[in-house]
């Protein structure tokens, strides 16, 4: 067998070594799997770089259903250990992406999957994911929404309603892709009032997130990607005249 049938390598990168004299340790053969794994080409630099980054491993265990290119995964490694210095900046990527699988985000999305702040991005969805998994909110969540009934409303086609579980609070901000998510504590806890807001000719279809203050306030309305279509500006404005309107009738009320 000959050195290529051996190690795997291809001749130029084989020529290299040998120019070089470089150490073909097993991190770097490591690296030349990966790059095979994924079927992509490489010089020796990027066997080395990826060796020495000690990302190998960790880049291996990245969900074959992520489709980034293993030098684009080593660029963005690099920019992200430049913002947050962490013992291993490829293992957390790794984990924050299973998060998103478990959390049925969107892979494909590269918005999703290769986040400005990783760490954050990360600690966020660590956040969603114990939510996900631990039901103990349910319970407050539940009888908080009983006293909210006056954030139950309706009115120009538009539905409104509180959340009344963790996990679908966690839904909502994943189908939006907002931080709703991550406010399940704080309202749980009482600290602040979230509702869904839907169109009535599709309830089950997350469409803007609503968060007041205890006292009442509008704090914010929030659709797809934080955003506001404009063609569904004239829908809220007169929604959001109808609901103060009511508001204004009940306090004359009770007066």
Not at 126 to 144: H, L
């Amino acid at each position: 067998k000959t050195a290529k049938d051996v190690l795997g390598l291809t001749p130029q990168v084989l020529k290299e070594v040998k120019a070089r004299k470089v150490v073909l340790n097993r991190d770097i053969m490591m690296a030349r799997a990966a790059f095979d794994q994924r079927n992509e080409p490489y010089c020796l630099d990027d066997l080395c770089e990826l060796a020495r980054n000690k990302d190998v491993k960790s880049i291996m265990e990245i969900d074959e259903r992520v489709k980034i290119k293993i030098k684009r995964m080593m660029n963005y490694l690099n920019k992200q250990r430049k913002k947050t210095p962490i013992t291993s900046t490829a293992g957390e990527w790794r984990d924050y992406l299973k998060q998103c699988i478990e959390l049925g985000m969107d892979i494909t999305d590269e918005s999703i999957t290769m986040p400005s702040d990783l760490h954050a991005a990360h600690q966020e969805l660590t956040r969603r994911v114990e939510y996900k998994r631990n039901a103990e909110f349910d319970d407050q969540i539940k009888k908080r929404a009983e006293k909210l009934k006056e954030y139950q409303f309706s009115a120009e086609g538009v539905l409104m309603r509180p959340f009344v579980t963790g996990n679908e609070i966690i839904d909502e901000g994943t189908a939006l892709h907002h931080c709703v998510g991550g406010y399940v504590k704080r309202y749980a806890d009482g600290w602040t009032i979230l509702c869904a807001l839907r169109r009535i000719d599709a309830p089950e279809t997350p469409w803007h997130t609503v968060e007041f203050t205890t006292e009442g306030r509008l704090v914010q309305c929030r659709g797809l990607r934080n955003m506001t279509r404009e063609e569904d500006k004239p829908l809220l404005d007169a929604f959001w005249a109808a609901f103060e309107e009511h508001r204004t009738k009940k306090v004359r009320k009770s007066a």
